[in-house]
């Protein structure tokens, strides 16, 4: 990173268990706030780019290039506003083992998503800032409740000692649930700030989308067709159908590899979503998948930066 940021990265772990009080619980900083843009192009010629060499945003399935140069996100990102507090962390990172299990990992990963996946790069609106608390009647957002619930009981005992912002919350338990389900280790920074209100609609991608269109919606969020490939691996987790529902691994790669990718019943009974299976179909798209299935090695390195690119994406930091 560039000398003027100093960042105190922190590594992220995991636990398990659900009460729940919000909006009203937030509580958003008065310091002043930065918003964060995007990261640079993650040019992945080579799976062994190191994870401290990318940092930066987005949603539950994907990514794609980045519009906006480098020097654009150090001189849009304060130093102050990205150091942390490694007890703060350890605080943090204490309370969730106590409510996290494998089992409820899968929720609280498409938290992370549909939280920061509202972001744009043109009009420099929505991102991981927490307003996911107030967008849960949304179609899209059916089911999250349950997973607010769960990280509302890790929030309040923290808040008791330090008080901690939905956006970091939900960043660092993502991160947690990852690698409690046998994921890679991830590194988040804390210091991002809440909203005070809900996000835009209609900024998720939709399950419905086409390649072209699924990699339209990343590239307005600064993300590249790889990282999009990358993120669309979190639905290994869960009941999609693709390997163990509680392992994170590069199960989802395999099976949209395999023949015929629609079960006997129709579409019905399709393993994943739609748009899954539309990756396949894009010979872009299919490179990775072909890269990540063969070795999941490089899938994670390449899912860990691209999920720091999606907890930054559209981030207000706290200044110091």
């Given at each position: ?105 899968a ?16 009009d420099d ?9 107030y967008?849960l ?99 290994t ?6 390997g ?77």
């Amino acid at each position: 990173m560039c000398s003027c940021v100093t960042h105190r990265i922190v590594q992220c772990s995991i636990a398990s268990g659900g009460e729940t009080n919000y909006p009203a619980k937030l509580h958003p900083s008065s310091f002043s706030t930065v918003k964060f843009r995007s990261d640079r192009p993650n040019d992945h010629a080579s799976s062994e780019v190191s994870s401290s060499s990318r940092r930066g945003l987005m949603f539950s399935i994907a990514t794609l290039p980045c519009l906006l140069p480098l020097t654009h996100i150090f001189a849009s990102l304060p130093a102050n506003a990205t150091q942390q507090d490694t007890k703060e962390y350890l605080l943090i990172k204490e309370e969730l083992r106590k409510v996290l299990s494998k089992r409820k990992a899968a929720g609280v990963l498409r938290l992370v998503f549909h939280d920061a996946g509202t972001f744009e790069i043109d009009d420099d609106t929505g991102g991981m800032n927490g307003s996911i608390v107030y967008e849960l009647e949304r179609p899209e957002n059916t089911g999250l409740e349950k997973s607010v619930k769960v990280l509302q009981k890790a929030k309040t005992q923290i808040d008791a000692i330090r008080p901690v912002s939905w956006a970091d919350l939900i960043s660092v338990a993502g991160a947690e649930a990852v690698e409690l389900c046998g994921g890679p280790t991830i590194q988040v920074l804390l210091g991002r700030q809440d909203s005070l209100g809900p996000d835009p609609e209609g900024k998720l991608p939709e399950e419905s989308l086409d390649a072209s269109g699924l990699k339209r919606n990343f590239q307005k969020k600064g993300f590249s067709t790889q990282e999009l490939v990358a993120l669309s691996g979190a639905h290994t987790l869960g009941s999609k159908g693709f390997g163990s529902p509680t392992t994170f691994d590069n199960s989802y790669y395999k099976v949209l590899l395999e023949e015929p990718r629609t079960p006997s019943g129709g579409m019905s009974t399709m393993i994943g979503l739609p748009s899954d299976h539309a990756l396949v179909e894009d010979d872009e798209c299919l490179r990775w998948i072909k890269k990540y299935a063969d070795n999941e090695s490089v899938f994670f390195e390449d899912f860990k930066n691209a999920y720091v690119k999606l907890v930054n994406s559209g981030v207000r930091w706290n200044s110091l």
